[in-house]
């Protein structure tokens, strides 16, 4: 079975189809399929995205709501997604705030596609990320990109660290000690001020603070000087380089309002091609499905 838990799923040169695929304007093609989005966090990019995506491809859509479902009842999260499988639901889409929480889904003869869990993985948001310094620089061999803020608590700093390298990137960080993980502190730390001098990206990463369990030491505009993107820091930085944020974006904290939508800012960018990798992804797995060309790939 084809599935999309994490990029340990897909070869590279599968993750370069997909990339592909993501700009092929043939790929509006309709679609009989029908399609789940179970969220259990909230998510307004993603989500919407994925929504969009399936409107685009005209895949029929089921929205589910964990309050209105079973699960209210005690049903286990199995025995809610076999349903979906018994019913004739060709692909689940799922946000989950327990990390792998995939593993407890064995059995299951559905692709899944995950949409984010916990601070696990957020493959398809990589694939935006990716999508977006392919546009800009070509290639992500040679590419500096420095991740930026709170490590601790991000998937998608763990994901596209690990993809990045994959293909030749270079990766650092730079934030808070207390928000890298253990892994992360053997690798190489910059200071904020020698990021922006030496990054082709920027990758800013939302604070957050809702799991922090109130333990925060910073107000927000002491975390914004130390640590944040500033205007001053920002006329440090190459003139070919870009900031992104997976969003939503702390304004004045990670980095200065005015930067959100400064020229070299490509997180609307990063929205837009949101949809466009998300359709790649569904087409991929619900053609696969279509074929009954199953395939073992962990």
Known sequence: MKQLRTFKDLTLTEIDYLLQKAEDPFM??????????????????????FE?????????????????????????????????????????VIRHPKSRFYEELEGLNIPIINAGDGAGDHPTQSLLDLLTMKQEFG?????????????????????????????????????PVEWMPSHVRTSEIL?????????????????????????????KESYHEQYGLTESREKEMDSRAIIMHPAPVNRGVELADKLVECPRSRIFKQMQNGVKVRKAVLSYLLETKGARNYEAIV
């Open 191 to 219: 200071t904020m001020d020698e990021a922006v001098s030496q990054a082709d990206v920027m990758m800013m990463l939302r604070i957050q603070t809702e799991r922090h369990g109130g333990t925060e030491q910073w107000t």
């Open 52 to 92: 969009m995506a399936e409107a685009q491809m005209g895949v029929n859509r089921l929205d589910f709501s964990a309050e209105a479902s079973s699960l209210s009842k005690g049903e286990s999260l199995y025995d809610t997604l076999r349903t979906f499988e018994a019913i004739g639901t060709d692909l689940l």
């Open 28 to 49: 509006n093609q309709r679609s009989e399929k029908t399609v789940a989005n179970l969220f259990f966090e909230p998510s307004t990019r993603t989500k919407y995205s």
């Open 139 to 175: 290639c992500l061999r040679g590419l500096h990109v420095v991740i930026a803020g709170d490590i601790l608590h991000s998937r998608v700093a763990n994901t596209n660290a690990w993809i990045l390298k994959q293909f030749g990137a270079r990766v650092s960080y730079t934030g």
